[in-house]
């Protein structure tokens, strides 16, 4: 399980630097399905493997279980959590398309300039060009990009109780487990820019239809994956 940028996580640190990587490291056991949904996540084992201790070990599982990746369970201890069902998936996202077209429109409402100058900025993080491989190390920062291309816009919203209801779903990393392509970059960076170019034009109805063809594109490019 070990690998030689596993083992690099030794050098000098501070402790939430350790933790931080230990936790990314497990993290990408997990999307990456090196650990299968449902596998023992064993501490003394990853430990050894990561050359760490038990404590960044314990500390990063707690934080997976957070985002429920991993499902903490009496006398067994720690598993990989199942990936989405197909009842949980189409829960996600009707969920999503009751409240982000919604949020969207919203936004567009309230947008002002640095509203939009936030928009463009997050727009121009997202990675068009494919990734080198198809390993969650490849594709992090595109992820990372569409979970905060979609919180801020429940943030320009301005209901936190709703921004905090989508936040607590973690749904871009569950579908991210689910399937990623290498043209997913260039195919979503059209639909956030449709997106954004209605929030920033404070349309509300044109920034609510995008965000809905976004999410109902995103579904039907996720459903085949679903098992």
Not at 38 to 60: C, F, H, W, Y
Not at 69 to 94: C, H, I, M, N, Q
Not at 98 to 106: D, I, K
Request: hydrophobic share 45%.
């Amino acid at each position: 399980m070990a690998t030689g940028g596993e083992r690099a996580l030794v050098g000098p640190a501070t402790r939430q630097i350790l933790t931080d990587s230990v936790y990314d490291a497990v993290k990408a056991l997990i999307m990456d399905d090196v650990v299968r949904p449902g596998a023992k996540l064993n501490m003394d084992a990853l430990a050894r493997d990561l050359a760490v201790s038990q404590t960044p070990i314990r500390e990063a599982l707690a934080r997976l279980e957070s985002e429920r990746l991993v499902v903490k369970e009496p006398l067994r201890g720690y598993t990989s959590a199942p990936l989405l069902s197909a009842t949980a998936f189409a829960d996600l996202y009707d969920f999503r398309l009751h409240l982000e077209p919604w949020a969207a429109g919203r936004a567009a409402e309230r947008i002002g300039p640095a509203g939009r100058a936030a928009l463009a900025a997050e727009l121009a993080t997202c990675t068009v060009e494919p990734p080198a491989g198809a390993g969650y190390a490849d594709y992090k920062a595109f992820a990372s990009h569409d979970a905060r291309f979609h919180d801020l816009v429940m943030r320009l919203a301005g209901n936190q109780t709703a921004r905090a209801a989508l936040a607590d779903t973690h749904c871009h990393l569950h579908i991210f487990r689910l399937f990623y392509s290498s043209d997913t970059g260039a195919t979503v960076h059209t639909e956030h820019a449709d997106v954004v170019a209605a929030i920033a034009a404070a349309d509300p109805p044109s920034a609510t239809a995008a965000m809905r063809a976004h999410l109902e594109a995103a579904r039907d490019r996720l459903r085949p994956y679903v098992r």
